[in-house]
């Protein structure tokens, strides 16, 4: 088991390059299968979550390659089994975008029920309501969802609360079906409009993603591409917060700031300077930041994806701050380890309730899921002291290189897996 260790104290400065959106990646993965052309995708990230994606799509037979870290070629022209079952799958939610790539193929798709963190309760009824309107039939059975269909027709689908997944699911299916699909009440996150941009380059119809309308004339056959994938948004607001939480002074580059706007504004309530440039923007914080609210949305609300590293942020901000989760319910468990470096939180449902303290304090807390993780270093890069971070397995899902960016930043933060490493770090730092 690995972990991070971290000194903390030193306020971040300098530079850091940020990667391709993993959410986005992970949807372009499985929609490149839909072609039997190769399709070469740049900017891909090298995160866990992405690698156990490219291992499926090589186990039911497409052809993957590497040429360069963040270049990936995938060929779907060798599919040979419709089942995705393998051993990983499950532990990523991303998995049911091959549902919707699959079935708008070929017709037919069974996928293991998708994981991922566990943050709440995770329904999928939206996209196999969607893969129903547009003639399929899905079944769940055996821990695997069923779907098949003779045809995929068009039709008008209305989206009974705003999913991500579910508008990216049935754009992808609806793209290969006959007739003109409207989805209504789409999630307009900047990865959606990634996902559409990408199955255009490939000769889909697709027209209105980033609105909540979006409307897709079915073509036959998609043609393969080369597509380079967005900046991740959520990986630019952690290290954002990061330099919030630090008292620090940081160019983040590689970003799209439009993406970072909900992010932003809450920094600069809270009392940061945040300058926007073309591809970058530069976080300076100084003094002791203050309260604020935020509450979670759907774009271009505040991401819910950010909520965790921001309230890290108000933890240790003057006055008491009020954040919302209204995405997922039980996205507060990492408060509990919070507590443990001092925070004075408390949460009553889908509030907190935070009073902000004055510093955190090294201590040996375990990250309970992606974003919470990111936020416990985020107050360990903060804290008086020592901070010990495990289950580090998470923040790996979705931070390429976390603790090499960090202390590029000049923050004192090794990734280690013994307490013998641990007693070393420490005597390191002493
Ligand atoms: C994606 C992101 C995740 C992010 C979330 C919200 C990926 C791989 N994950 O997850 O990091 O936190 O968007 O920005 O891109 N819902 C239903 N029925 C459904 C689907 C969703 O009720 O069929 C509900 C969910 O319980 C949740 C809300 O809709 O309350 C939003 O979920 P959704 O946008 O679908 O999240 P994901 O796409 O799974």
Not at 177 to 183: F, R
Not at 374 to 379: C, E, N, R, T
Not at 383 to 390: C, E, Q
Request: proline share 3%; charged share 20%.
């Amino acid at each position: 088991m690995e972990q991070y260790v971290i000194k903390g104290g030193n306020p971040l400065t300098g530079e850091v390059e940020i990667g391709g959106a993993k959410n986005a990646a992970l949807a372009i993965i499985a929609a490149a299968v839909m072609t039997d052309d190769t399709v070469r995708l740049s900017n891909v990230p090298d995160v866990r979550d992405v690698n156990v994606l490219l291992g499926a799509i090589e186990d039911i037979g497409a052809v993957v390659k590497r040429p360069e870290k963040h270049v990936v070629e995938i060929n779907g022209s060798t599919i040979h089994r419709l089942s995705v079952d393998y051993d990983y799958i499950k532990r990523i939610r991303a998995s049911y975008y091959l549902l919707g790539a699959l079935l708008g193929k070929y017709h037919k798709a069974e996928v293991a029920l998708p994981g991922g963190c566990d943050i709440g309760s995770r329904p999928i009824d939206l996209h196999i309501k969607g893969f129903r309107a547009l003639g399929a039939s899905v079944d769940i059975s055996y821990g695997l969802i069923s779907a098949h269909a003779d045809r995929l027709v068009a039709n008008h689908i209305y989206l009974d609360k705003v999913s991500v997944g579910a508008t990216i699911n049935i754009l992808m299916a609806a793209s290969l079906a006959e007739g003109k699909t409207v989805i209504d009440n789409c999630a307009r996150e900047p990865h959606v409009v990634d996902v559409a941009n990408f199955l255009n380059s490939m000769g889909a119809d697709i027209r209105g993603a980033g609105t909540e309308s979006i409307r897709i004339n079915g073509v036959k056959h998609l043609h393969g591409t080369e597509y380079s994938v967005i900046p991740d948004m959520i990986e630019a607001g952690t290290f954002m917060c990061a330099v919030a939480a630090t008292g620090g002074d940081v160019t983040i580059r590689n970003v799209i700031p439009k993406h970072l706007e909900a992010t932003t504004a809450k920094l600069a309530e809270a009392g940061c300077q945040v300058v926007e440039y073309d591809d970058a923007v530069k976080v300076i914080a100084k003094g002791r930041l203050k309260h604020t609210q935020v509450a979670t949305l759907p774009y271009p609300g505040f991401p819910t994806d950010m909520q965790p590293q921001m309230t890290v942020v108000l933890g240790i901000a003057e006055g008491t701050s009020v954040v919302t989760e209204s995405i997922w319910e039980n996205r507060f468990k990492y408060v509990d380890e919070l507590a443990r470096m001092g925070a004075n939180i408390q949460v009553e449902g889908t509030i907190a309730i935070v009073n902000g303290v004055d510093h955190y304090t090294g201590a040996r807390v375990q990250s309970p899921d992606l974003r919470a993780g990111a936020a416990l270093v985020i107050a360990g890069l903060a804290a008086d002291g020592i901070t010990v971070v495990d289950d580090i397995y998470y923040i790996q899902r979705g931070y390429e290189s976390f603790a090499e960016k960090l202390q590029g930043l000049g923050a004192q933060i090794e990734q280690v897996s013994s307490e013998h490493e641990i007693q070393k770090f420490k005597l390191k730092v002493s």
